[in-house]
């Protein structure tokens, strides 16, 4: 599904301090897999998933989902491969502060242009999954931490998205939100057949997912 | 999806309330502001002109040729009544009379000064300008001997209701003839050359002063519906080709001018109260946008595309810019119509005002091309304020944003 040749990313290059984040990626992800990027900080994670989701430039190297090469495209592509093939849950959360939890979940599923009855629907089921039905006319700072986060979860996969891109989605959050949000997401992986591709370095994220993807230094172990 | 972008503006904007109202505040006092002057403006000159046009030129004025040139009866109309009653036939016309003016010298047992005789229908005046408002003193009844004087040559020969004046001219056998009259009224129309120099009198009287038939007249006057009033003047020519017609801008240029120094005035206060909406709006927008490139960067990482933040913040702009707009337009109003009915007293300036020909107490007009010329100009100073911010935010790269929240 998700194929990355060669995949080379450098900051700064040229310069004094050049950094080789990424080094030559050759990664394969199937349909419906549950994985995580794996390695200790500052080893390239959240560059490599971000790259992945035509988030950041690569310096080099190409980026496939599916049939389409998507990392030399140009900016409004990218836009819009993110809004129709993606789904983002990032470790601050990232909800949008004035839209109340259902407008949050239902945004993308409004900017893909669906109905609204069908957006009112997934909300509610969405909910539902994720034990948030309580809390949908909420605006988010009034949620806790957790609640966000998985107010984060629902947005991305309402639209269901070929993959969920989450870059450290549990850093924030204590232990037990942690199990929760790992549970949610595998029912959802399970349920819908969302790819879920995770960066992480927590231990039970790791040991929860069914495929770990070791990097260190940039480069794939 | 607009409907969703539209709903995030409307939140967005008055998000912060306390800068918003402050924003809204600063927008709708320099549009009320601005509006207020602009009606005390027009109002003013609309004012002059009206004035002028009741108590003397009406929208269209007929002379004999050279009359205006040598200010002599020798050029004169004749069969003025007969005239009158002809021009009054044509449509667009509302009411017509005619006048008999002669210069000469009014004095008292102490002082003298230059004026004119101006003869009138004091029926026919009321009719055609409302002539009783000019009243200052005294009672518009010229009875035995009586003759109404104008305020300024009234204060100069120090003349009061029931003074005694004597008026000296030349009449149309050449000869020096004086009258001696009583001042019954002070009549005050604004028209400097009127109030300085004005003696009125009964037409009658001063035909007969002069030596003159009742039928002369050195000026016939009219009042139209002022709807093309160019055109009346042509028809008016072609009826009386041996006649000088002009229309009331042909006889009070400096009043045009008035009107269009004051629309400059107007086109300034306008200039510097856009500036002020545009740099505020500006100002506002610039810093909530700061406030919120996170924000931003969440959305075009999950796919917003830049046109609809384009959107969203052109129409925040505009929700606050329309915000300041109906209280500016409120403020404005109110003013307005305070100032309409009661007017602005100024009387601590009146000398200074009165030698302009103006009023002590100046009284606004209200517009509808105030709040509609207002309103675009607040539409087009709100969408041109974004551009720099979006500029900004054009340049803004999701990942690194969401990269610095982490």
């Known amino acids: 599904m998700i194929k990355l040749k060669h995949v080379n990313k450098y900051f700064y290059q040229g310069e004094p301090r050049e950094v080789h984040a990424l080094k030559s990626i050759e990664l394969e992800i199937e349909r419906g897999e549950f994985s995580v990027i794996n390695g200790p900080s500052g080893c390239g994670k959240t560059t490599l998933l971000n790259a992945i989701g035509v988030l950041d430039e690569i310096t080099s190297g190409e980026i496939w989902l599916e049939e389409r090469e998507i990392a030399h495209l140009s900016p409004r592509e990218k836009t819009e491969i993110r809004l129709t093939q993606m789904g983002f849950v990032f470790q601050a959360y990232n909800l949008v502060p004035v839209l109340t939890v259902a407008e949050n979940i239902g945004f993308v599923m409004r900017l893909q242009g669906y109905p609204a009855e069908e957006i009112r629907q997934r909300v509610h089921e969405l909910a539902s999954i994720l034990q948030i039905e309580e809390k949908l006319d909420t605006l988010p700072s009034l949620l806790s931490g957790g609640q966000q986060q998985r107010v984060a979860v629902a947005r991305a996969v309402a639209s269901k998205p070929k993959i969920i891109l989450a870059d450290e989605p549990t850093a924030n959050l204590d232990s037990k939100n942690s199990i929760k949000l790992m549970e949610m997401m595998k029912r959802l992986n399970e349920k819908e057949g969302i790819t879920i591709l995770f960066s992480s370095h927590d231990a039970y994220v790791v040991e929860n997912a069914r495929r770990v993807i070791m990097l260190d230094d940039g480069a794939l172990v | ?406």
């Open chain 2, 1 to 406: 999806m607009f409907r969703t972008i539209f709903a995030i503006a409307l939140k967005n904007a008055f998000l912060r309330k306390s800068r918003a109202l402050l924003l809204i505040v600063m927008i709708g006092m320099s549009m009320g502001v601005m509006v207020g002057l602009e009606g005390l403006y027009d109002g003013m000159s609309l004012h002059m002109i009206d004035k002028s046009i009741r108590s003397d030129s009406g929208e269209i004025s007929l002379y004999a040729p050279r009359y205006r040139l040598e200010n002599d009866i020798r050029y004169r109309i004749e069969d003025a009544g007969e005239k009158v009653a002809r021009l009054q036939k044509i449509p667009g016309v509302r009411t017509a009379l005619y006048r008999l003016q002669v210069d000469g010298l009014a004095q008292t047992a102490t002082k003298s000064n230059p004026s004119r005789a101006i003869g009138i229908d004091l029926e026919s005046e009321k009719a055609f300008g409302k002539f009783g408002d000019f009243l200052k003193e005294g009672r518009l009844d010229f009875g035995k001997n009586g003759t109404f004087v104008g305020s300024e040559l009234a204060r100069k020969l120090k003349l009061k209701i029931g003074s005694k004046v004597i008026f000296t001219a030349q009449d149309s056998q050449l000869n020096i003839q004086s009258i001696a009259l009583r001042v019954r009224a002070i009549i005050r129309t604004t028209n400097l050359s009127l109030d300085e120099r004005g003696i009125y009198l009964p037409r009658e009287r001063v035909a007969a002063f002069l030596g003159l038939d009742p039928g002369s007249a050195t000026q016939i006057a009219l009042r139209s519906s002022g709807e093309n009033d160019p055109l009346l003047k042509k028809e008016i020519q072609n009826l009386f080709p041996d006649l000088k017609v002009y229309t009331f801008i042909e006889l009070y240029p400096q009043l045009k001018q008035m009107q269009s120094m004051m629309d400059i005035f107007n086109a300034i206060t306008f200039g510097i109260v856009m500036v002020v909406v545009f740099v505020g709006i500006l100002g506002v927008m610039y810093v909530s946008i700061l406030d919120r490139i996170r924000e931003f960067g969440i959305l075009l990482s999950i796919g917003y595309a830049y046109r609809y933040i384009r959107f969203q913040i052109m129409m925040e702009a505009l929700f606050l810019g329309f915000a300041g707009y109906l209280l500016g337009a409120l403020l404005g109003f109110v003013l307005l119509s305070y100032l309409q009915i009661h007017g602005m007293d100024l009387r601590a300036f009146s000398e200074g005002l009165e030698s302009f020909g103006m009023e002590s107490t100046l009284y606004a007009t209200i517009k509808a091309s105030y709040f509609v010329s207002t309103f675009f100009a607040i539409l087009l100073a709100s969408l041109l304020s974004v551009i720099l911010p979006l500029r900004r935010l054009k340049k803004l790269n999701p990942v690194e944003v969401i990269r610095d929240a982490q």
